[in-house]
């Protein structure tokens, strides 16, 4: 069965510190995706990012950095310089290649304080 | 924009009715989830439809049902609803078979009270 983990249930951080959302997941799947979605106060998710299971190149975004390590089955998420607009829920999900064993994460909230 | 409209944001319901949340996506997307979020546990999949009158069961299908007649158009039912259906129910589209690759489109939720 899939499985991703967010260990971090809150993170508070200041405005303009770096944070780091961790993700770690399990599948028996050889291709598979990865997502992080926000989910913003207003609660309608938001697509940020997809890797699939063959790319382990690290990608940035702006303020946003993403590292997908398959030896250790993490996808982190990394803001650069955060910002109160970040404040948000973040999850991690997990998709197999016909999307119907696509599982979330339980979502990390995160804060930033100004 | 792909927009995902959900009939109702809040709604307010008592034990024991049937319970209707329509879900409905313009942009001609072959697949159709309904989840539920709740604290603690992230999103759940109640069901999902890869194509009309297509269902598959998610991981918590029981005490709900699902009917998709048309392409653009997805319904979850809660055929007597019950307090521990309390929840959020989020509806989402993503294109194409297999549809594991794209990412999903969100409907803004309803956050549903069963009393």
């Known amino acids: 069965a899939q499985k991703v983990t967010q260990a971090q249930t809150e993170i508070s951080v200041v405005e303009k510190e770096d944070v780091t959302l961790d993700c770690v997941y399990e599948t028996r799947d050889t291709t598979y995706y990865l997502f992080w979605y926000k989910q913003p106060p207003s609660g309608e998710l938001v697509f940020l990012i997809r890797r699939n299971s063959f790319d382990e190149q690290n990608e940035i975004s702006g303020r946003y950095s993403w590292n997908f390590q398959k030896s250790t089955s993490s996808f982190n998420f990394t803001i650069t310089a955060s910002q109160v607009v970040d404040s948000a829920v973040y999850f991690c999900a997990l998709s197999g290649l016909y999307g119907q064993n696509f599982v979330f994460g339980p979502g990390t909230r995160l804060s930033v304080l100004p | 924009d792909v927009k995902v409209t959900q009939s109702s944001r809040y709604l307010v319901k008592r034990t024991g009715e049937k319970v209707f949340l329509e879900c409905v996506q313009d942009m001609d997307h072959e697949n159709m989830f309904w989840y539920r979020q709740d604290p603690g546990l992230g999103l759940r999949l109640i069901y999902f439809?890869?194509?009309?009158?297509?269902?598959e069961k998610g991981d918590i299908p029981e005490g709900y049902s699902v009917s998709r007649e048309k392409k653009e158009r997805f319904s979850l039912i809660l055929e007597s609803a019950s307090t521990n259906q309390t929840s959020m129910y989020l509806c989402a589209s993503t294109k194409g078979y297999p549809g594991g690759y794209y990412e999903q489109y969100f409907g803004p939720g309803t956050r549903l009270t069963v009393t």
């Open positions: 439809s890869y194509d009309v009158k297509m269902k």
